[in-house]
Nanobody, 124 residues
Framework: QLQFVESGGGLVQPGGSLRLSCAAS????????IGWFRQAPGKEREGVSD????????NYADSVKGRFTISRDNAKNTVYLQMTSLKPEDTAVYFC?????????????????WGQGTQVTVSS
């Protein structure tokens, strides 16, 4: 089945950093807009960032601007999310997905091939 595998999550103290990876299985990632999303307990899944096929366009949620950076390595068929200055409110399961229809970048309905997610916990 065509899907993503997320990794890199863990427990980190406030102010710390993590780099998440999103590896594509059985399809070529470079042809698609890829988004990172997160879901905290009891909350809706929300868009964190996305990256275009050419990497010259990225979007970020206001809550992560200046702290998170999305990038892609097409040779490795992988998209990354570098997270710095982490806050307790960043605690969530982080997912990546493929955009299959154009629209508002953070609209989860425009994405498919969701992975299982990776847990990020920011706590002292």
């Amino acid at each position: 089945q065509l899907q993503f595998v997320e990794s890199g999550g863990g427990l980190v103290q406030p102010g710390g950093s993590l780099r998440l990876s999103c590896a594509a299985s059985k399809f070529t990632l470079e042809y698609y807009v890829i988004g990172w999303f997160r879901q905290a307990p009891g909350k809706e899944r929300e868009g964190v960032s996305d990256i275009s096929t050419s990497t010259d366009r990225t979007n970020y949620a206001d809550s992560v601007k200046g702290r998170f950076t999305i990038s892609r390595d097409n040779a490795k068929n992988t998209v990354y999310l570098q997270m710095t200055s982490l806050k307790p409110e960043d605690t969530a399961v982080y997912f990546c997905a493929r955009q299959f229809r154009a629209g508002t970048w953070s609209d989860t309905r425009l994405y498919d091939r969701w992975g299982q997610g990776t847990q990020v916990t920011v706590s002292s």
